[in-house]
Structure formats: structure tokens, C-alpha cells
């Protein structure tokens, strides 16, 4: 069975940092382009950034761009977004997303089943 977990997410405050951790599980998706997506209370669900596979190129959402950094550790099939100078906006369930084969991981395939990310003062 493949599993995307999620971790790393909680309650902080403005301006803190948080680094969300996806765990695959069931198959290696290191040739995947891999992504995060969000979905805050009472809206759609929205892309937040990607990494594709082989070239490594990564996607930004403008809403998190300069402040957010995803990457990859594929000895370990996991990806990372490592989230700073985090505002009360970024609050939402944040998704693990795989794509497929050689792919830039803006179509998710795979969804794992969310962290929450609360920021508030």
C-alpha cells in the first residue's frame, strides 16, 4: 500500500519556523516529482510548492515564495518544506503530494493525509 505521511506541524507563532517532513511509504517515489499543497478553513485546496524529478527544478507559490524552501532526500524517500517567517495566512492542512515518473510534481497523483499548521499569536 503507499502511503504519504506527513509531520512537523503545530501551533506557532508569527514570524516562527516550522519544517514539514513527508514520509513515503509502499514504493520509492524518488523518481516522482514530489509537492505540498494547502487548504485553509473555508477554501480550496491550493498548491504551495514543488520539486521535479530528474532536474530538481522546484515550484513556488507567490503567496510563499522567498519564504519557503522544499527539498529532497531520496536515500530517504522523503521530502521536506522547510517554512519561515510563517504569518496567521499560512494556516491550513498541508498535503504531501507525488506526481508521477519524470515528472515536475505540479499534478499530484498521491495524497497523503495532512499536518496542521496553526499561526497565530
Not at 52 to 74: C, L, M, Q
Not at 101 to 116: A, D, E, I
Request: proline residues 4%; charged residues 15%; aromatic residues 12%.
Amino acid at each position: 500500500q503507499v502511503q504519504l505521511v506527513e509531520s512537523g506541524g503545530g501551533l506557532v507563532h508569527p514570524g516562527d519556523s516550522l519544517r514539514l517532513s513527508c514520509a513515503a511509504s509502499g514504493r520509492t517515489f524518488s523518481r516522482n516529482g514530489m509537492g505540498w499543497f494547502r487548504q485553509a478553513p473555508g477554501k480550496e485546496r491550493e498548491f504551495v510548492s514543488a520539486i521535479s524529478w530528474p532536474d530538481g527544478i522546484t515550484h513556488y507559490a507567490d503567496s510563499v515564495k522567498g519564504r519557503f524552501t522544499i527539498s529532497r532526500d531520496n536515500a530517504k524517500n522523503t521530502v521536506y518544506l522547510q517554512m519561515n517567517s510563517l504569518k496567521p495566512e499560512d494556516t491550513a492542512v498541508y498535503y504531501c503530494t507525488a506526481d508521477n515518473y519524470w515528472s515536475t510534481g505540479l499534478s499530484p497523483v498521491y495524497w497523503g493525509q495532512g499536518t496542521q499548521v496553526t499561526v497565530s499569536s
